[in-house]
């Protein structure tokens, strides 16, 4: 196990040298004088000269790209060229707005897609079926952009006044304060690597509130994330569901169950202990691959739900040419990627031992 | 499992003289035998007819303003319906500019099906030719091919589209470009292993021996024989890639305005969603319709052909 760990690793370093040139030559490729899209196209040359020499872009591009890694390996992300703030700090702002939302997408997926597939293949050709599988076909096929407005009018216009009313935009309802964790906790002075872990959490708002007992926040909170997290969740549920249910038929054919039928267990002792297990291995795989689709989805919701998040940042740094903040987003989301796809690998290995290389 | 027939493989069906015929028959059999496939197929048929006669059905002109004679934003208008017959019909209605929204969505089907097509057609040929020369070459070369694969994969697909689209430069060609990039490796990863299985098998090596040359293995007996799980990804592809550029479209980066693109449609009208939310749900329907049909055929299809698969 040790080995193949090891090995998994070693595969991943080449990928991520790639991934970290792919990000730096897409980012030199993007048209036009950085200089003369930030600071204007009336820039003297003067001002442009400084400018470029001030951000290396005056050295050739081996250098660049060199001075590049060498800063990575410092963990330093650069800065922001329009607004000068540390790619750091924008992504300690950005990104737990965007890892709240895909993990309440991820959980709304996997609960009831599990549940609608282990339904539909315990009634398999039922009436049941036929329908929660013709409803997860229709789930793949409705776009991110179409669902998230027909939820927000739903939601927010149809049923205004109604208990069930959704709020269609933001993070919290306008007026309602939320406290940095760092505030509460008296570490405002505290600018050690620990802050920023508590700046992170305390931006997951949800979790901010649950940690501070701001009752009142956390349920607004939640409340602002339901719309977004089942636009965002729709379609990798429809597709978890697909999967359950297939892995569960074909397990459901296998002879140990027949034996476990056999010895007189129940239809609901024979799924829930014998059948589900065994069927969940394939899950892993398609749980585990539908994170990379949720990143591009949130690109989508949040425009939709105008939600400060990763993806938006990201889909703005790219419109606007701000290369340090385009590297550092989509190399972070890229190493997160294949640090998900390391950890789908390995539990493949550990839960089904013929994977395991001996 | 009773008697267990050897696995024939179907280049030796093929050279069975008067065979041909019968085995494309047999296998459009085994399709229309798949609910899902017939089922999709229906609807793209329907798509087709409105893509093909979109000039014909639609009343209006998709670009033309009628707002000298009628108020923008007017909702849907259906006659049959018991809408007043002194009101001019519009099924759809009119969008912010005055424009006929059903002719438009009637020409968003050419569009949508046209940039599905031509997207993964491209991807298909040029991951085919990855795959194909990884697989057939093995060592270095196929290590490098499936490593910038790999990385290619890392991304998220919009993402890195949305990053090739800002390099390029907005527009409808570009996005198609981003997007076929994008979807070069899954058909490549597919090529390369379906290469690798049916490198070994013995009517390749017996090729081989018979003095075939490289060119000629590959296309004339890997290619055909490897094309199953390729036209089985595509159709799936195809619904992925309308999909993706109609996001690309709705974020500003691929059909310009004044197109009648679905993606677009919905992008520029999406703050109407409160007032007039029709401009949203015909195309997106339409949209979702088109993704729909060529699920289910690709469902079909792998149904039909990979009995391996058949559940």
Not at chain 1, 320 to 338: C, E, K, N, R
Not at chain 2, 58 to 84: A, F, N, V
Request: aromatic share 8%; glycine share 10%; charged share 15%.
């Amino acid at each position: 196990m040790t080995r193949y760990i090891v090995r998994r690793l070693l595969i991943t370093i080449p990928v991520l040298f790639g991934v970290i040139l792919l990000v730096f030559i897409v980012g030199r490729l993007l048209p036009g004088d950085p200089c003369r899209i930030l600071l204007g196209e009336r820039a003297s040359d003067a001002v442009c000269a400084d400018f470029n020499h001030r951000f290396g872009f005056d050295r050739p591009v081996v250098d660049q790209f060199t001075a590049y890694l060498g800063a990575l390996a410092q963990g330093d992300l650069g800065s922001s060229f329009r607004t000068s703030r540390p790619v750091a700090t924008l992504l300690i702002e950005r990104l737990p707005m965007t890892l709240e939302l895909s993990i309440y997408a991820l959980l709304f997926a996997t609960t009831v897609g599990i549940l609608l597939g282990v339904i539909s293949a315990y009634k398999r050709n039922s009436a049941i079926d036929v329908l929660t599988m013709a409803g997860a076909n229709l789930g793949v096929s409705i776009p991110v952009f179409v669902l998230g407005l027909l939820l927000a009018s739903v939601f927010a216009l149809v049923l205004k006044g109604t208990p069930f009313s959704l709020p269609p935009s933001g993070r919290l309802t306008p007026g309602l304060e939320i406290v940095p964790l760092a505030t509460r906790w008296g570490m405002v002075n505290d600018h050690g690597p620990l802050r920023a872990v508590v700046d992170f959490v305390s931006n997951m708002y949800t979790v901010n509130g649950l940690l501070s007992a701001q009752w009142n926040v956390f349920i607004d909170a939640i409340r602002h994330l339901i719309l977004p997290a089942v636009a965002l969740g729709t379609i990798p549920l429809a597709i978890i569901a697909r999967i359950t249910r297939s892995s569960l038929v074909d397990v459901l054919g296998l002879d140990y169950i027949r034996t476990a039928r056999a010895k007189g267990l129940g239809d609901r002792a024979v799924v829930r202990r014998h059948a589900l297990p065994n069927a969940m291995l394939p899950l892993v795989t398609i749980v585990g691959l539908q994170i990379g689709g949720l990143l591009s989805g949130a690109v989508l919701t949040e425009t939709i739900f105008v939600l400060p998040g990763v993806g938006l940042a990201t889909y703005d740094a790219i419109t606007s040419h701000d290369f340090a903040v385009i590297q550092g987003f989509t190399l972070v989301i890229a190493i997160g990627f294949l640090f998900i796809n390391l950890i789908v690998d390995l539990s493949y290995a550990y839960l089904d031992p013929r994977i395991r290389p001996a | 499992m009773t008697t267990a027939a050897a696995p024939v493989p179907l280049g030796v069906e093929v050279a069975r003289p008067g065979r041909q015929a019968n085995l494309w028959r047999d296998t459009l059999r085994n399709v229309l035998r798949q609910r899902n496939a017939r089922v999709g197929l229906t609807i793209l048929g329907i798509l087709l007819m409105a893509a093909v006669f979109a000039d014909v059905l639609s009343p209006y002109d998709p670009d033309q303003t009628l707002l000298g004679t009628e108020k923008r934003l007017t909702p849907p208008c259906i006659h049959l319906l018991g809408c007043p017959a002194d009101r001019v019909e519009h099924p759809f209605g009119l969008d912010a500019n005055g424009r006929d929204e059903f002719s438009r969505v009637l020409h968003g089907a050419r569009i949508s099906l046209q940039v599905g097509f031509i997207t993964v057609g491209f991807a298909i040929v040029l991951g085919m030719l990855l795959g194909l020369v990884a697989g057939y070459a093995g060592g270095w070369t196929e290590t490098l091919i499936m490593r910038v694969m790999d990385v290619l994969l890392v991304f998220p697909a919009l993402l890195l589209a949305i990053a090739i689209v800002a390099a390029l430069g907005p527009g409808l060609i570009n996005a198609q470009l981003a997007i076929g990039i994008v979807a070069i490796p899954v058909y490549a990863r597919v090529m390369r292993a379906s290469v690798l299985s049916v490198r070994e098998t013995d009517f390749v090596t017996a090729s081989r021996a018979l003095g075939e040359s490289a060119f000629g293995l590959i296309f004339r007996r890997i290619l055909p024989n490897a094309l199953t799980p390729i036209i089985v990804a595509g159709t799936l592809g195809i619904a992925g890639a309308v999909l993706d550029i109609a996001a690309l479209s709705f974020l500003g980066l691929g059909a310009q305005p004044p197109l009648a693109e679905w993606g677009s449609m919905i992008g520029q009208d999406r703050n109407y969603v409160f007032t007039a939310p029709y401009l949203i749900w015909f195309p997106g329907f339409a949209l979702a319709l088109t993704v729909f049909g060529f699920n289910l055929l690709g469902d079909g299809l792998r149904d039909a052909l990979d009995p391996r698969l058949n559940r």
